[in-house]
């Protein structure tokens, strides 16, 4: 592959969790280096990658309600973590491989 290639993002599978103002937990799904987050809340999302024990917090990055955002989290990531900034709603973490959503 040249410098600066994209390739479309292929996903491999998704999981969610119930996001509140508590930090919620989940193992990913599927395979691939790259993570497509989908914050389905009416309200801040704010995500941390992980091994195993993985907590976001408020000082984590933030993705704005109705937003995607493609994150390469590597190989060795196996749980993802949202918390939101106020109220409830649902953040989606679609694994998978690719540069471009």
Same mark, same amino acid.
């Not at 119930?18 to 389905?40: D, E, F, I």
């Given at each position: 592959? !040249? ?5 479309? /993002?292929?996903?491999?599978? $998704?999981? &969610?969790?119930?996001? &509140?103002? !508590?930090?919620?937990? +989940? ?6 280096? !790259? @993570?497509? +987050?989908?914050? *389905? *809340?009416? &309200? %801040?999302?704010?995500?941390? /990658?992980?091994? $195993?024990? +993985?907590?976001?917090? +408020?000082?984590?990055?933030? @993705? ?17 973590? *949202? @918390? ?5 709603? !649902? %953040? ?7 540069? @471009?959503?």
């Amino acid at each position: 592959m !040249s410098s600066g290639a994209s390739l479309p /993002f292929r996903p491999a599978g $998704t999981a &969610s969790v119930a996001g &509140s103002t !508590s930090a919620a937990s +989940v193992a990913l799904v599927g395979g691939g280096s !790259s @993570v497509l +987050v989908y914050n *389905a *809340a009416g &309200s %801040v999302a704010f995500v941390r /990658f992980g091994m $195993t024990g +993985v907590t976001a917090g +408020v000082r984590d990055t933030p @993705v704005p309600p109705g937003a995607r955002m493609l994150v390469d989290a590597g190989q060795l990531v196996t749980t993802a973590s *949202a @918390v939101l900034g106020s109220g409830t709603g !649902s %953040v989606f973490f679609t694994r998978g491989d690719g540069s @471009v959503y």
